[in-house]
């Protein structure tokens, strides 16, 4: 059971990456996935999370109208994709899972959380 995070890079403010999420040794279509992200000297704080079905999605303020969470669930993958970025984007970007993703979204308990992918936007 594990989750990879990818797609992390160096890009330049106003620009976009794509993140990954896959999954290996369980059905990700049936929890839903969240986004996190740790900057330097800040602590974890959530993204983005989406359901199990793809039909709820919540964003934390700072990302809202820059970004979009998906998931296909038959090649058991998450994205998110971040658009505008800005040089407080930059941050460690993790997924993991939960039961659901309706109230306190963010909140534990998530689970196999991914490695990591590095994003980091120059100004």
């Known amino acids: 059971v594990q989750l990879q995070a990818s797609g992390g890079g160096l890009v330049q403010a106003g620009g976009s990456l794509r993140l990954s999420c896959a999954a290996s040794g369980f059905p990700l279509g049936e929890v839903a996935v969240g986004w996190f992200r740790q900057g330097p000297g800040k602590t974890r704080g959530g993204v983005s999370c989406i359901s199990a079905s793809g039909r709820k999605t919540h964003y934390v303020d700072s990302v809202k109208g820059r970004s979009t969470i998906s998931r296909d669930n038959v090649s058991n993958t998450a994205y998110l994709q971040l658009n505008s970025l800005k040089p407080e984007d930059t941050a460690v970007y993790y997924c993991?899972?939960?039961?659901?993703?309706?109230?306190?979204?963010?909140?534990?308990?998530?689970?196999?959380w991914g490695q990591g992918t590095l994003v980091t936007v120059s100004s």
């Open positions: 993991a899972t939960r039961a659901g993703c309706s109230a306190n979204y963010f909140a534990p308990p998530y689970s196999n």
